[in-house]
């Protein structure tokens, strides 16, 4: 039986008078345990290659040099797994609200946007995109005043156009009302699969949601989201699994049929694909490290 890890909700050190805050540490360990907090935050590590990250529920042993933004009240940790180098760790944390919605909605911060909602689940950028970041994220430490938020929305900026960003966590594993698709069709597909995902469901049932013929609502959804509509669904489900794994104490069997996988064969098997680790290896990487070394 599997003990409910600790997650703590963090008290960051951002002041309700301040923008955003930055600090920066050179350490031989990472000893902060799994949290979440309601800010932003954009984490740059260098030279940490073989400590593990675990995002939402995904799970990663990282490179050498790595840049990730954590949207609000999304689970995170990193650590030090088989990291024996001095690690160097930039955090900078600002608030949710720190740009008005409105503001975002205009057309010259649509990136911006688009990638604070993709935050929610987790982004990593590519190595280029974290090489070209380090200068001005290092010499942002040094920068006063109002020059000082100028520069972060210009780095916000040119992360938001970076063309290679992976999303870390599942669809499934993050509350669903914050997800915005910019499609009222889709976010009534997407809502149906969130709500029925232990059912069984069918493209047919889909299409006639969106008034679509089955072959429309298949391209539609693999043009809108670069998935077909069994990954979507998949993905949903492993989300849940995921969240079930970490927060109860049900079988993973339970699990997987409350999930809506009918058979615990193809679970272990879409689950080991897509995170590169078994339902009882993921659960033991939150319930077996609560103690940070």
């Keep these: 039986m599997s003990t409910k890890p600790n997650m703590i909700k963090e008290i960051t050190p951002l002041t309700p008078n301040d923008c955003f805050t930055i600090f920066s540490r050179v350490k031989t360990e990472f000893d902060f345990p799994l949290h979440f907090h309601e800010e932003y935050e954009l984490n740059l590590i260098l030279n940490a290659s073989g400590a593990k990250r675990i995002v939402g ?112 966590s599942d669809i499934g594993f993050i509350n669903s009302n914050s997800l915005k698709y910019n499609s009222r069709r889709l976010e009534k597909a997407f809502d149906f699969m969130h709500t029925n995902y232990d059912k069984d469901i069918s493209l047919k049932d889909l299409a006639k949601l969106t008034n679509m013929t089955d072959e429309s609502f298949s391209r539609f959804i693999k043009k809108r989201t670069g998935n077909t509509f069994i990954n979507s669904l998949n993905e949903i489900r492993l989300g849940h699994a995921s969240r079930m794994l970490i927060d109860t104490t049900h079988t993973i069997t339970e699990i997987s049929y409350s999930c809506g996988f009918n058979n615990i064969s193809n679970f272990n098997r879409l689950f080991k694909k897509k995170k590169h680790c078994t339902p009882k290896e993921f659960r033991e990487n939150f319930s077996g490290n609560r103690i940070f070394v």
């Design 57 to 168: 529920d995904h799970i990663s042993v990282i490179d050498d040099v790595e840049l990730v933004l954590v949207g609000p009240n999304l689970p995170h940790v990193w650590l030090t797994h088989e990291c024996k180098t001095e690690i160097t760790e930039i955090t900078i944390q600002w608030h949710k609200d720190l740009f008005d919605e409105k503001f975002l909605k205009r057309n010259q911060m649509s990136f911006i946007r688009q990638m604070f909602d993709k935050s929610l689940r987790g982004i990593s950028f590519s190595k280029e995109s974290v090489i070209a970041a380090v200068p001005r994220l290092q010499s942002l430490k040094n920068t006063n005043g109002f020059n000082s938020v100028l520069e972060l929305l210009s780095i916000l900026n040119d992360l938001s156009m970076s063309k290679s960003m992976s999303l870390l």
